[in-house]
Nanobody, 123 residues
Framework: QVRLMESGGGSVQAGGSLRLSCAAE??????MGWFRQAPGKAREGVAL????????DYADSVRGRFTISRHNAEATLFLQMTSLVPEDTAMYYC??????????????????WGQGTQVTVSS
């Protein structure tokens, strides 16, 4: 089992930046990613990292603004968020899984999730 702990959320104005961290304890898995859920909306995938080949993927809404990375030695996943807009306001969660196919729909079904960190962007 993996314990995931997110941090780095906060309140910023539109155009600002935040860096989220997800520290993993336990077995480190090859597919990790960030999801978010705003009040009244479905959870959506934000960014993926597949350690097998260093592949990354992003939701269209954040592509070019967010960057996912992973510090393997420290078993920490990061999400650098820039040019934030109010629509980015949500609870952000990280997830981890050992997957052959590392995609948003497969990672969404894994059992290992963090508790979330809140991001609020004001206009």
């Amino acid at each position: 089992q993996v314990r995931l702990m997110e941090s780095g959320g906060g309140s910023v104005q539109a155009g600002g930046s935040l860096r989220l961290s997800c520290a993993a304890e336990g077995l480190i898995r090859n597919c990790m990613g960030w999801f978010r859920q705003a009040p009244g909306k479905a959870r959506e995938g934000v960014a993926l990292y597949y350690s097998k080949n260093g592949m990354t993927d992003y939701a269209d809404s954040v592509r070019g603004r967010f960057t996912i990375s992973r510090h393997n030695a420290e078993a920490t996943l990061f999400l650098q968020m820039t040019s934030l807009v109010p629509e980015d306001t949500a609870m952000y969660y990280c997830a981890s899984g050992s997957l052959i196919r590392c995609e948003f729909d497969t990672l969404a079904g894994v059992p290992d999730w963090g508790q979330g960190t809140q991001v609020t962007v004001s206009s």
